[in-house]
């Protein structure tokens, strides 16, 4: 028997689809049944790798960890990587294809249709329940004849679908009537229900507007959402990343006069690339206490801050040559000259080299650049990509990890296509330990000889407890003068092993997102829409 299902579409990109998912992924597991979340094709920089080493879109796999779904490349078989220049990389099933441009892409559609069917077959499968997310707008005319994410899939799956509408943007209900408008009749009759998303003020105000949106389009509206802020879910894409930009100024501009005998925050600055990749892996320290994490493209706050990263980048060639001309490249020479830290991740590694080869032209027409020279080693290039979660051990004592002791295991993913070739005097950053769940034993990265800059390959080195604990330890240890506490127990190294702490905060932050969002619907609405059976409700939600 194939499973229920149920669609997720939005009237723009960034109206809270992959959020709103993720609530009902947590809200229907929380009743008992099995569910899945499923997105066809995704374009997003910030990516995920499942156990068997596939490259899938981070909200799918925080979807499904909120499901409680073991992360396969069903639940989203297409991934698109926008390289610039009217191209994205294509991953199909975990694997990337090639790079194509827009009338390339589209012409492979029919292949992809196919593809996206059979996922999506075998996860109905396998599951109670399928939680379908679209992308951008399924208003987008120009493109109804030959999309893959959203009414094309709803009919496939005979879907309903709930249409959300972002209200903190403004002009939501144009949004959603001009949505219905432009859809077909037949489209037009799966909308089941509409919910107003970042909701801010006195529901009171609104009530004749909802009154007034039902009356016109015969769809009633499930629920207003409040705005929520400062979850600590992984966000998709770089909208999110700019918005989070405008609210840490506007943290900034409304923040108090630190008490004088108050310990100043330990400050972070995050280089904001053009082409950032996987930003979201900052989000466990941008809510550490203690800690002010911005993302800047200012060299005053890069020669300011006391932690600078270079973060991974989709163009790691084009991203140095941006960072070149906006003066941030001597700026962060600037700080490694004076001892000031530095820490590269992926991308930004492969920048903090003497050169990035590539011969092949794997990602741009330069067969080699010259790096920032901080650290010695040359990357170099091939076509195919590495994508592994992996298990590591600090190798060489660092600014990072100063205070851990020698058996502590970290848990990250790899996912490049360029590879590092030490040269004399390196010295590498961490042991690989495991690479999908098998054992390894290869180097990764590397540290200068000051221990102020270091690269590494890995992601969400900084999802590790105690890995975190450390480093603000040590950066508050510098900023006072005195000695830093060491993470020195076998019980806190253990931890870090699983990410428990890390692990332990998502799943609070799902059942908040949860609760908020099942105290806005009409729940009874909502599983008469799936088609549930009462008996559902008695377990609870």
Not at 118 to 126: E, K, T
Not at 500 to 519: E, G, I
């Amino acid at each position: 028997m194939s499973a229920r299902t149920l669609m997720v579409q939005g009237t723009a990109s960034s109206a809270g689809k992959s959020l709103m998912v993720t609530a009902l992924c947590r809200l229907f597991a929380r009743q008992g049944l099995r569910v899945a979340p499923f997105k066809s094709q995704n374009m997003a920089l910030n990516a995920y790798v499942t156990p068997d080493g596939g490259e899938i879109g981070r909200a799918q796999a925080v979807q499904a960890e909120a499901a409680g779904a073991p992360l396969t490349v069903d639940m989203n078989p297409i991934l698109l990587k926008p390289e610039g220049n009217h191209r994205s990389q294509v991953v199909v099933l975990g694997k990337a294809t090639g790079s194509l441009s827009a009338a390339e892409y589209h012409a492979r559609k029919r292949e992809l249709s196919a593809i996206v069917a059979a996922s999506l077959q075998r996860l109905r499968a396998a599951y109670d329940l399928v939680i379908i997310e679209g992308a951008g707008s399924p208003a987008e005319i120009n493109l109804n004849d030959r999309e893959i994410v959203n009414m094309h899939v709803a009919r496939l799956a005979d879907a309903p679908v709930l249409l959300v509408g972002d209200i903190d943007r403004g002009g939501v209900f144009a949004a959603l009537v001009g949505t219905m408008e432009l859809i077909d009749a037949a489209d037009r009759a799966r909308v089941a229900g509409f919910i107003i998303n970042k909701f801010r003020g006195d529901l009171s105000l609104l009530e004749s507007g909802l009154r007034a949106l039902t009356a016109r389009t015969g769809v009633p509206v499930l629920g207003v959402v409040p705005y929520i802020d400062r979850l600590a879910i992984a966000d998709e894409d770089s909208l999110s990343l700019d918005d989070r930009r405008r609210a840490h100024a506007a943290a900034d501009r409304a923040a108090p006069a630190p008490a004088p005998a108050a310990a100043p925050p330990v400050t972070v600055a995050v280089i904001r690339l053009p082409r950032i990749s996987n930003h979201d892996e900052f989000l466990p320290l941008e809510l550490e206490p203690g800690v002010r994490l911005r993302f800047v493209d200012d060299p005053a706050e890069v020669r300011a801050a006391d932690l600078v990263i270079l973060p991974g980048s989709k163009s790691t060639v084009s991203d140095l040559a941006w960072l070149r001309e906006h003066g941030l490249a001597g700026a962060i020479a600037v700080r490694a000259g004076r001892g000031a830290p530095v820490l590269g991740i992926c991308g930004g590694c492969q920048m903090l080299g003497l050169a990035i080869d590539d011969p092949e032209g794997v990602e741009s027409a330069e067969r080699s650049v010259p790096g920032l020279g901080l650290l010695p080693f040359r990357t170099r290039f091939r076509r195919e990509k590495t994508v592994a979660q992996v298990r590591a051990r600090p190798l060489t004592p660092s600014f990072l990890d100063t205070g851990l002791p020698a058996e502590t295991l970290l848990a990250g993913y790899e996912i490049h296509a360029g590879v590092l070739e030490p040269l004399a005097g390196a010295r590498p950053a961490y042991r690989l330990c495991q690479r999908n769940e098998r054992s390894s034993d290869s180097d990764d990265g590397a540290v200068d000889r000051d221990g102020v800059v270091v690269g590494t390959l890995i992601h969400g080195l900084l999802e590790n407890a105690a890995l975190r604990a450390a480093l603000v330890a040590n950066f508050r240890a510098r900023i006072t003068g005195t000695a830093g506490d060491s993470v020195d127990s076998v019980d806190s190294v253990n931890s870090v092993t699983t990410n428990r702490s890390v692990v332990t905060d998502r799943a609070t932050a799902y059942d908040q997102l949860a609760d908020v969002v099942r105290r806005s619907l009409d729940w009874s609405l909502l599983r008469r829409i799936v088609g549930l059976r009462e008996d559902h409700e008695s377990r609870g939600a």
